[in-house]
């Protein structure tokens, strides 16, 4: 009996192994019946924000702080203030307000 149960066993994982790659194989051909049109959107890129000193960053507190601001070729931040990425911007936060107090690329 146990020999029965062995095999039934082995044989129901094989089946399942080999039906794995088939039922990934789909086809991706769109339907081209008529009267149905089918579009793909385009990819449409990120609207960059050119930031200027005095304007409010809302998500500051979202993104983590610069801590080696001088790997980075930035100056020290004063007192409640820290650096933020942003884009490909570094940007001067005052931390009671989140009003950007100064600008640098990166690199």
Known sequence: MSKIFKRLVLSTAAVAMLAVPVAQAQSRHQDTRQGHHYSQKKHQEAKRHSWKRGERVSDWRKRA???????????????????????????????ATGVVAGIAAAR
Do not use: C, E, S
């Open 65 to 95: 702080a610069i801590r080696d601001y001088k790997r980075h070729g930035l100056r020290a931040p004063g007192r409640g203030q820290h650096w933020v990425k942003v884009d490909n911007d570094y940007l001067l936060i005052t931390l």
